[in-house]
């Protein structure tokens, strides 16, 4: 079993609410291993999106978490956060007043009023708090800039490290979605039955149903995904696998590869 030095990766998602995963060219390894990645944040109380410039056809349509996928991306949107409880926020609505827009945030009565420290204003809506890129960000065009700005961590399979990215983990012998199935536990994100499914549905197509360009890490990133995706009887006191508890299926390599 692969086991990659994440503690950089780990250190950012810490405090993570918000994640973009972005898939600079469509592909089936890539998209399924993204939506697996979006479906295990989200089980983590982290709100994501998937962002592909390109849309897929009918022949990604078995793939969980399609919902999260977007085609657009607008630097230009402006994002007001505030840093105040939700629990004491009666409504949020908006009018106009000579031509100008006012949004109002009514509080609940006895809140405290909402201090300007705690107002932040962002004129950019795909940052996120934290941002995946599977790949190369040359590949996304005239959106390649995206990686200018935000905290970003670089997953890839060519050995080209990035001067923009906070966190890199490059695995040049493996296809994203065997990169995946060791990933995500590292992370103590679930692997679920649906990104399991994804992850094998990516394996499959990107080695030819395990015929080419697979080492004996390929047939046990299958192994996993493929046990995942069975469902689970409790019946004889079984409990299904926890994040960590994949990590436990072989002992790890003493020798983890590289990240940045």
């Known amino acids: 079993m692969k086991n990659y030095n994440v503690t950089k990766i780990n250190?950012?998602?810490?405090?993570?609410?918000?994640?973009?995963?972005?898939?600079?060219?469509l592909g089936i390894d890539q998209l399924s291993a993204a939506l697996s990645l979006s479906l295990s944040l989200k089980k983590n109380n982290i709100e994501t999106k998937v962002f592909c410039p390109t849309k897929p056809d009918a022949n990604y349509s078995k793939l969980s978490g399609l919902e999260?996928?977007?085609?657009?991306?607008?630097?230009?949107?402006?994002?007001?956060?505030?840093?105040?409880?939700?629990?004491?926020?009666?409504k949020v609505n908006y009018n106009q007043d000579n031509g100008k827009l006012n949004?109002?945030?009514?509080?609940?009565?006895?809140s405290p009023k909402v201090a300007e420290n705690q107002i932040n204003i962002v004129h950019q809506s795909g940052v996120a708090d934290i941002n995946f890129l599977?790949?190369?960000?040359t590949l996304l065009g005239a959106n390649s800039n995206m990686v200018n700005s935000g905290t970003w961590v670089q997953i890839s399979p060519s050995n080209n490290i990035k001067p923009w990215a906070k966190a890199s983990l490059v695995d040049q012998d493996a296809p994203f979605c065997e990169i995946f199935t060791f990933l995500l536990p590292l992370l103590n994100l679930e692997l679920d039955s649906n990104s399991a499914k994804n992850l094998l549905i990516g394996l499959r197509v990107s080695t030819q149903s395990f015929s080419i360009n697979v080492?004996?890490?390929?047939?046990?990133?299958?192994?996993?995904?493929?046990?995942?995706?069975?469902p689970v009887d409790l019946s004889n006191g079984s409990?299904?696998?926890?994040?960590?508890?994949?990590?436990?299926?072989?002992?790890?390599?003493p020798n983890p590869v590289p990240s940045a």
Do not use: H, M, W
């Open 11 to 25: 250190e950012l998602l810490v405090n993570a609410k918000t994640a973009l995963v972005v898939v600079p060219q």
């Open 68 to 90: 999260l996928l977007v085609d657009s991306y607008n630097q230009n949107d402006l994002v007001i956060t505030l840093d105040y409880p939700l629990d004491q926020i009666e």
């Open 103 to 110: 949004l109002i945030v009514e509080t609940k009565q006895g």
């Open 134 to 137: 599977l790949g190369e960000e």
């Open 215 to 230: 080492s004996p890490e390929t047939f046990e990133a299958g192994a996993i995904c493929l046990r995942a995706t069975q």
């Open 239 to 253: 409990q299904p696998l926890q994040p960590n508890q994949l990590n436990q299926l072989n002992q790890p390599n």
